[in-house]
């Protein structure tokens, strides 16, 4: 059976899993990620389980509000 666009891929969930990683080991919630990188905690939320095909911006904003470098997370 064919992927949807829903189906989480590979590189999104490794991006994904790395982001929650980063962002628990800072103690911080997906509300203050949200306040840190003024993107909302339900796409935040949705980017770490995969379900988002986040633009590099994004990943770029997400990356510098848990304070690492993009490629850390990829």
Not at 4 to 28: A, V
Not at 56 to 73: I, S
Request: proline residues 1%.
């Amino acid at each position: 059976m064919a992927k949807t666009q829903k189906d989480p891929t590979e590189s999104r969930l490794t991006f994904g899993r790395r982001l929650r990683e980063e962002r628990q080991k800072r103690g911080m919630t997906l509300e203050d990620l949200a306040e840190a990188s003024g993107i909302t905690w339900s796409y935040i939320a949705q980017v770490e389980v995969g379900r988002r095909n986040i633009s590099v911006d994004n990943m770029h904003l997400l990356a510098a509000g848990v304070g690492v470098a993009l490629r850390e997370l990829l």
